[in-house]
Every structure is written in C-alpha cells, then in structure tokens.
C-alpha cells in the first residue's frame, strides 16, 4: 500500500531524557551520536508496533518548523507578536523574511539519509509548508525591500521549496509531509483578526495557501507521496485556534497533495462534515488520537468516531492517526514516553480492526 497508511502518525516524538539531556552540554558531532542512538531505538520501536511510517521523531530540532525555514536563505526568526499559546510563559519564535527566499544549499537532506539507512519500513519526513512563512506576521513580516510585491515572494518561495523537494527525491525520499496550520488556525476568529491587523484579507488566504502549496509541488517527481497536516497549535500541550474546518475546507482540498491529516481530537475542531468537500482520489488521516494528554482513547471511542466520518467520505478514503507530533518543539507535551508508545499501538490496533 501506498502512503498514507491505515495507521500512520504525524512525525515528531517524545524526546528521551537522554538526549534532552545531552542539549544542555554537548554540541557538534558529540550531540548527534546521542540523537542517533536515540533515533535509532525510536526507529526500532515504531516498528516493533507495526506502524508503515517511520520518522525520526524530529529529534535534530528545536522547533518543528524554524529549524528548516532559517536554513533558507533570507529566513531569520524573531519574537512571536501574537496570538499566544495559552497557559505557558514561553512562546515559540516566528519566520520573518528579510531578503530574498532561496534554498541555496541542502536543509536536513542529511538527516533523512540517517533515517531511511536505518528503516526497512518507509522513511517519512516532515518540512513546514511554504505558507508558514506567512502566517504568523502576515505581509508586516516580509520585507517590503525584497519584496514589494507579494506575488514574487511567493514565486521565490515556491521555487525553493521546489528545489529543496528535489533534494530530498534524490536521495531516495518517497513520502514527504508539509505541515501547515494555516488552515485550521484560520478557522478563528481572533486568527482572523490578526491577519486584518497584519494587512491580509483572512477569507483569500486560504486559497493562497492552498496555492503555495501547489506551486511548490509543481515538478514534484513521480513515485513521491506528499500530504499536508493541519492542526491549531501544538506547544507543550496547549493549542491557539478553535474553529472547525468548514470556512477553509475547499480551499484547502485544493492543494496539490495526496492527503490530509486533520486533527479532529476534540470540539474545538468541529464535526466531520467537512469532508464532504473532500476531492476523489484523496484521502483523510483523521486525526483522533491526542497527543496532548496521556490519557488512552479507547477502542470504542475511536470506531465510533471513524463510523461518523464515513457519513461524509467512504471508509477506504480514510485512514487513523495521532492528531499531532508528541513534540513539536522540543520540551515535549505533557506525557510519558510509555503513554505516547500506548497511543500509537492504539492507533495501529483499531486500523487493523477497520480495515483489516
């Protein structure tokens, strides 16, 4: 079977205390042989539960995104204006563009050789979406000396994801995943309003999103599977956005990809009718199990929630994950390494059970 799989996850993993640990002392090549060890028995572990999709848990980064996006060039990062995560001092640093967008040498095509020479199962790899160079700051974030005009931010954007896409075909990726929470964070309000406030227009920023996405995926090479993943935010288990996907569905399905993990853990992701709009040949990787809590879902709850999904697409449209990373930066969520391992063999039995 092709990518996404019945059972898949979304990317990052706990990080063990070992290499936590070894953050706060060690640097160079010292550091990467604990990130290899602990990538190594975290490969080992996935496999032990059956999952298809073997990911290196993001152990390299700091963050889920900027480690990539200030690889380009003309990327740097710079305080969170707003809105905030809640319940937590710290915030997470935004992109901003300073000058021109490029990707003038490789970014992590390295750590992914590591992963995929150390996997029999597929190497999955995760990169930011081109439109989280915007979302946060918005057109006040990219300079208007590089780029008085938009659409050659854009152009420039696409052509370095491009690139770097390339890169990663040719070193034998076959299943790569843009994460974008541009969609479900504009399903609120207060997102809204900040975009009004950065100079966008909140309703036409979907589709330019979903338009960046494809742009960048224009000479994607064939036999190389690409989804998207959307969430409202994932930092030391608190969240941003609230809102279901329904102002943002269409145009979101527009976007040049095979599939689409949605979050779908709780009610501030609404109900499952936005599927309806979900185009033929695509599929959705529901998002149901938390990767915010250590609580464990049960099987019941999740049958139940995939038997009210395929009101609106067909059960072989559908696949199961976790609804996040477990650490999308890299303090971690809120729970223990054997709850987030618990989770993920939960994710794999009920996949088994549904389709078989």
Not at 69 to 84: F, I, R, S
Not at 92 to 103: D, E, F, N, Q, R
Request: net charge neutral; glycine share 8%.
């Amino acid at each position: 079977m092709k990518p996404p799989f019945r059972a898949d996850q979304v990317g990052s993993l706990l990080r063990p205390r070992e290499l936590a640990d070894a953050r706060k002392s060690l640097k160079g090549e010292k550091l990467r042989e604990v990130e290899d060890r602990c990538i190594k028995e975290a490969i080992r572990k996935q496999e032990s539960l059956g999952l298809q999709a073997i990911t290196d848990g993001e152990m390299r980064r700091d963050w889920w995104h900027l480690d990539f996006m200030t690889q380009l060039d003309g990327v740097t990062a710079v305080a969170n204006p707003g809105p905030k995560f809640g319940g937590t001092e710290e915030q997470p640093p935004i992109p901003s563009v300073t000058g021109k967008v490029g990707c003038s040498k490789p970014v992590m095509v390295d750590d992914f050789a590591f992963l995929e020479q150390n996997t029999n199962q597929t190497a999955k790899f995760t990169l930011p979406s081109p439109s989280m160079l915007h979302l946060r700051g918005g057109r006040s974030s990219i300079s208007k000396t590089a780029y008085p005009d938009l659409a050659e931010f854009w152009a420039d954007t696409a052509a370095a994801y491009r690139k770097a896409i390339r890169q990663f075909a040719d070193a034998g990726c076959t299943y790569l995943q843009l994460d974008d929470v541009s969609f479900s964070y504009l399903c609120d309000p207060k997102i809204q309003e900040t975009a009004r406030r950065n100079g966008d227009d909140p309703a036409a920023l979907p589709r330019t999103y979903a338009n960046a996405v494809s742009a960048a995926l224009k000479d994607r090479p064939a036999g190389m599977t690409v989804t998207m993943h959307t969430c409202r935010g994932n930092f030391k288990s608190s969240w941003v956005a609230s809102g279901g996907y329904e102002t943002v569905a269409e145009a979101m399905f527009s976007a040049d990809v095979d599939a689409f993990f949605m979050e779908f853990d709780d009610e501030r992701s609404g109900g499952f009718e936005p599927l309806r709009y979900l185009p033929k040949g695509k599929k959705v990787v529901l998002g149901l199990v938390t990767t915010k809590v250590g609580e464990l879902e049960s099987k019941d709850f999740l049958l139940e929630k995939i038997k009210a999904a395929e009101k609106f697409t067909p059960l072989e449209n559908l696949c199961l994950s976790p609804q996040c990373g477990f650490s999308s930066t890299h303090h971690g969520n809120a729970l223990s390494l054997d709850e987030q391992w618990r989770k993920l063999e939960r994710v794999v039995e009920v996949a088994r059970e549904v389709w078989r």
